[in-house]
């Protein structure tokens, strides 16, 4: 094919990962031309590098605590040593299943898969090579990287996410640079695999996007497990001698450890691709996009971890889908940012939706509030859990957060989005059943007790 070749679609997207692969898909089963635009490994980071292999990790992590712990519930068991081989294999094998599932997905819906490094050289014109790509609509979502801070070099003993994931052996100390919710679920992680885990948090608090109180159990929890947490304050070096690595506080204070984990956020992938070249409105490195998902461009959108907010692969998905059908004409319902479910994956787990009280508050003044302690769950008792689960009500009116942490919680979020995004009142919640014994059964006990018939709580 010639360089000045084009092949002409309805739509192309940039960027293979959750949010560009949905819109790809959805926009096919519309009845659309698509084209498909991956430089690395369809389903991007979340499949290959975040979401699904940390989450293997966790899983592996869990494991390695129920070996040690089978005493505890009457079961003789003993824990040797965690075999990264055979984790990497476990943690692979279910990437490589949905992968070749996701490419199954992609081939039998017919949209054109384009391997390689696309720019956007024309408002609605791809160049991957020789290959010009254009479409009627252009759809960015070329997601995000794992970023470091300024003078700290990577290599050696100080990595990011992405090396963590393929670490051959398990380092007996290690440091963890970002309280978020990666350098929590990789401090929960290494801490089960054996290693002494200190996590360095410049903001006041461990989780500081969640409501405070779940930050402060999740410290105690942590606490407990042996993780050191130092909070509020903020890194100022670090060097490397041999196998050693040595951090620096701004306190003065020094760490060693066998490995530095640089956990401080993800930065937007959008450099050298052409976007600010072709008009796009930019800020520091994000496409600004309206609630729509339409840049300043016409017929260029953007999702996914490139448009400011929330950077879950989740979130990525749902705007790629509405994105397709709102290109198709069917006027889906606006996304709500406060209504996408959030969860930490770290033992406890977090899970939540909505607005913290601190919020909520600010957005609607008196606000009332619920934590059901987990103590109370016949479930959690049985699991040997300990957290609680909040609710965030307007006063005398609709609830507008959940907040839980515990063993599992991850799994309660989604009737807590349905009650969030209903704005239903606690009334509407306290009738529905709940089944026995489960750790739902909290949610439905807090929303009781907010409903003014507290049954396994006190009001």
Aim: aromatic share 6%; charged share 20%; with cysteine.
């Amino acid at each position: 094919m010639s360089a000045q070749a084009e092949e002409q679609f309805d739509l192309v997207v940039l960027g293979g990962g959750s949010g560009g692969y949905a819109c790809a898909l959805r926009a096919a089963e519309l009845g659309q031309s698509v084209a498909l635009v991956e430089k690395d490994k369809l389903g991007g980071t979340c499949l290959h590098r975040g979401c699904i292999p940390t989450k293997a990790l966790l899983h592996a992590a869990e494991i390695a605590d129920s070996a040690r712990e089978g005493e505890r519930f009457g079961v003789k068991t003993t824990f040797e040593s965690v075999d990264m081989a055979g984790v990497h294999k476990y943690k692979d094998g279910v990437v490589a299943r949905l992968h070749k599932g996701l490419q199954g997905l992609v081939t039998s819906r017919k949209v054109t898969y384009v391997e390689g490094e696309g720019r956007l050289v024309a408002p609605h014109t791809v160049a991957v090579g020789d290959r010009r790509l254009t479409g009627r609509n252009v759809v960015l979502a070329t997601g995000s990287y794992a970023k470091t801070l300024p003078g700290l070099e990577l290599g050696g003993r100080v990595v990011t996410s992405d090396q963590a994931l393929f670490l051959a052996d398990v380092p007996p100390r290690v440091v963890v640079l970002g309280g978020g919710v990666i350098g929590v679920e990789f401090a929960s992680v290494f801490r089960s695999f054996g290693a002494e885990v200190t996590v360095v948090e410049a903001l006041p608090r461990l989780v500081a996007g969640e409501d405070e109180a779940v930050s402060k159990q999740l410290e105690r929890a942590f606490k407990k497990r042996g993780i050191r947490a130092r909070t509020g304050v903020s890194y100022s070096g670090a060097s490397q001698d041999g196998d050693v690595v040595t951090v620096t506080l701004e306190s003065g204070d020094t760490l060693e450890a066998d490995l530095l984990l640089v956990a401080v956020g993800r930065g937007p992938r959008t450099e050298g691709l052409g976007y600010e070249e072709q008009g796009i409105a930019m800020d520091r490195g994000f496409v600004l996009a309206d609630d729509h998902l339409r840049t300043n461009v016409e017929g260029v959108y953007a999702v996914g971890d490139i448009v400011p907010g929330l950077q879950l692969a989740h979130r990525g998905f749902a705007q790629g889908i509405f994105v397709a059908e709102e290109i198709a004409g069917l006027s889906p319902a606006v996304i709500k940012e406060s209504g996408i479910p959030r969860v930490t994956y770290c033992d406890p787990e977090i899970a939540s939706v909505g607005l913290t009280e601190a919020q909520a508050k600010e957005a609607h003044g008196e606000v009332e509030t619920y934590e059901y302690n987990l103590g109370g769950n016949g479930r959690s008792q049985i699991l040997q859990t300990q957290g609680f689960v909040k609710v965030v009500r307007v006063k005398d009116g609709p609830v507008v957060g959940v907040h839980m942490i515990g063993a599992r919680m991850g799994e309660q979020v989604g009737e807590a989005q349905v009650i969030v995004g209903w704005e239903a009142l606690p009334d509407d919640v306290a009738p529905l059943v709940h089944a026995h014994p489960t750790q739902n059964e909290a949610l439905g006990e807090a929303h009781l007790a907010l409903a003014g018939k507290p049954l396994h709580a006190h009001s």
